[in-house]
């Protein structure tokens, strides 16, 4: 059925509307990142990540660093995220980055600078800072030792035995523990000088306790590696070093 160049012109004109809207929506919507980002939740980032705001504007959330991370601790948000939903963040607690990889294969996979290496050298590839929250649970500070699996024969993660093989994650169910006094998350540290036993004094006397220092990036190893529940350490994310141990 053929149609008039009036009915034509109008229907054109109609198309450009739609398309003008949906554009100008989008502009707007676009502008709004900054707001929505403050009601996103707060998650820890691969290496790399830029600033949230910018990482939650610029991420096209393809999944591709999910596919390259050698240890499986990178994971997509779920719908219940908000502006955040589909962006890549990583449960320290359930698995660590770890730093297998060195830090390099995610922000190499990542299509569009929002885990990139310029970030990473300036901020040091911080992705937060270890925190002690339970210093009384901690069994060093108890003077206890630990023996058996760090996590449980079911814990599925895995971590780097640098002694074994740098470069073959394996599992942590399989490594059992007898130490005299517990430092698991001093012991596998993959960050030198990040985190030490030191001697500590409160009314209950003289105590040996973690502390973190300024190298640390925040990988989370130390949280995954706590053989206490809940973590006496635990990663805050995005945080930067302010001095302090």
Partial sequence: MSTSPRFQMARRRFLRT??????VLVTALTSLVPLLAKWAPSRLRPPGALPEEQFLASCIKCGQCVQVCPVQAIHLADLDEGI???TPYIDARHQACDFSCDAVQCVLACPTGSLSHTISQKEEVRMGLAQIVRTSACLAYRGQGFKGFARGLDFPGLLRYAEINRWHPLPIREHPYDLELCNLCVRHCPIEQAISLQPFI???GKHLL???HQA???C????MMCPVEPAVIVIAERKTWAGGA
């Fill in 18 to 23: 739609v398309v003008l809207f949906f554009g």
């Fill in 84 to 86: 955040g939903m589909g």
């Fill in 202 to 204: 409160d009314k209950k």
């Fill in 210 to 212: 973690p502390v973190i």
């Fill in 216 to 218: 640390c990036v925040g």
């Fill in 220 to 223: 989370g190893t130390c949280e």
